[in-house]
């Protein structure tokens, strides 16, 4: 499991319930050419946003009964039988979408709050269509998808620091910059000093808090699903713990799981137990 680009969440593993895979994998496919039109290749900005466009376009016109069209057959014809078999909520899609577009011309944001609303779109939509996919509804499980899934959308925003501030993007808030004394143009250089490192941790904070407080959700997914996501959960704070023991310093390193940490992932997702957040933080090196 990594916490890198669209790997985030559940991809059809050997941990999915086997009849909800192809939809798993359609989901996972429209998210993950959605985020390439905006995001891979040499592409102008207008040239990625008409791509973007376009492919809402498309989503909208296979949710109203259209055939694919050969252009993007590959991935509107698994999720057209994914919109039809279990009727996904078409606005998550397009919200999906909404945050690629914004990614092309948006690399500053003013506040937390900034940051929160593009999680809003660019990660959160992505859990509700999972538990939309189990038929879990309830308001409570919905909040908590929300901020595992913000979570996972922060801690890739600060293992991504040394990638991400070389294309000029700064996903930390302004405000956070500008309150430990620190320049955005410092940031974008990479330059490392203490009150950088601190910044860092106060960031591995937030994401680490607001992981804790969707966990709770791992115990009212059922069966396998639910074990996938207490692997979910606790790979985000293993990244969480590496950058810690980078001393924070992901201006210039970039923490990643490796084989060698499944082992430390099952026996923490083993004991997780319901209302004990602690047993999340236990047996930390």
């Given at each position: 499991m990594s916490i890198d680009h669209y790997e985030n969440f559940p991809v059809a593993s050997v941990l999915c319930p086997p009849p909800l895979r192809p939809a798993v994998a359609a989901i996972?496919?429209?998210?993950?050419t959605a985020d390439d039109l905006a995001d891979e290749g040499d592409a102008s900005p207008a040239e990625r946003t008409a791509a973007l466009q376009a492919y809402r376009a498309e989503l909208r016109a296979v949710a109203q009964g259209a055939a694919p069209s050969p252009r993007w057959s590959a991935v509107f014809t698994p999720l057209k039988r994914t919109l039809d078999q279990h009727q996904l909520p078409l606005d998550l899609l397009e919200d999906l979408i909404s945050a690629f577009e914004q990614d092309v011309h948006q690399h500053q944001y003013a506040d937390r709050a900034g940051v929160l609303d593009y999680c809003r779109r660019s990660a959160n939509p992505v859990g509700r269509l999972l538990l939309h996919l189990y038929d879990i509804r309830d308001a409570r499980s919905l909040r908590q998808s929300d901020a595992i899934c913000s979570a996972l959308q922060l801690i890739n925003f600060w293992?991504?620091?040394s990638i991400d501030t070389t294309r000029g993007r700064a996903y930390i808030p302004m405000a956070d910059l500008s309150r430990h004394g620190i320049r955005l143009t410092a940031l974008l250089a990479r330059e490392d000093s203490p009150a950088m490192r601190h910044l860092v941790a106060e960031m591995v904070g937030w994401a680490r808090g607001l992981m804790l407080?969707?966990?709770?959700?791992?115990?009212?997914?059922?069966?396998?699903?639910?074990?996938?996501?207490?692997?979910?959960?606790?790979?985000?704070?293993?990244?969480?713990?590496?950058?810690?023991?980078?001393?924070?310093?992901?201006?210039?390193f970039r923490p990643t799981l490796r084989w060698y940490d499944a082992p430390l992932l099952?026996?923490?997702?083993?004991?997780?137990?319901?209302?004990?957040?602690?047993?999340?933080?236990?047996a930390r090196p």
């Open positions: 996972y496919w429209f998210a993950r293992q991504d620091l407080e969707g966990a709770p959700l791992v115990h009212a997914i059922p069966g396998r699903a639910g074990w996938e996501l207490r692997l979910v959960v606790q790979g985000g704070l293993r990244i969480l713990e590496k950058i810690e023991h980078l001393h924070h310093d992901t201006l210039h099952l026996w923490r997702a083993l004991r997780m137990k319901p209302g004990a957040a602690s047993s999340l933080q236990e």
